[in-house]
């Protein structure tokens, strides 16, 4: 999810993001850490990451969501709800349309892959 960017206020915002990226209001949180007027930080968040604040926030969250779908039997819905989301299917939406697959196609192919790695990895030591 790219490099903090060299705009400290930029960065500052970032950094809280990853951390609460499942937070209520988290564009308003960033541009409150920020400091800057909304405006202002939308602009040089656009600037520094090439991204929209809203855009890096569902970026985060599903990163993290795809994680837990490789890693965990946890719901669809329960994952929605962890990473940020009170609407599953919003989010079954806005994964398909970023990662080109349901949640539930890609815990098929995706989920056990670390499982399967580790054992491998034991296997081979």
Known sequence: HGAQSSDPAVAAAQAWAVEHSAHGAPVAQMVAVSGL???????????????APLDYVH???LEEAKHMLESSD???????FEVGYNDASFFN???RRKVMMSPAQYRR????LRTRLGEAGRALG
């Not at 007027?37 to 991204?51: H, I, L, P, S």
């Not at 946890?74 to 929605?80: D, K, L, Q, R």
Request: net charge positive.
């Open 93 to 95: 939406r806005l994964f």
């Open 37 to 51: 007027a909304e405006r202002t930080f939308k602009r040089r968040f656009q600037q520094a990451t090439g991204m």
């Open 109 to 112: 192919r995706f989920g056990g």
């Open 59 to 61: 970026h985060l969250r």
């Open 74 to 80: 946890v719901s669809v819905e329960s994952i929605a």
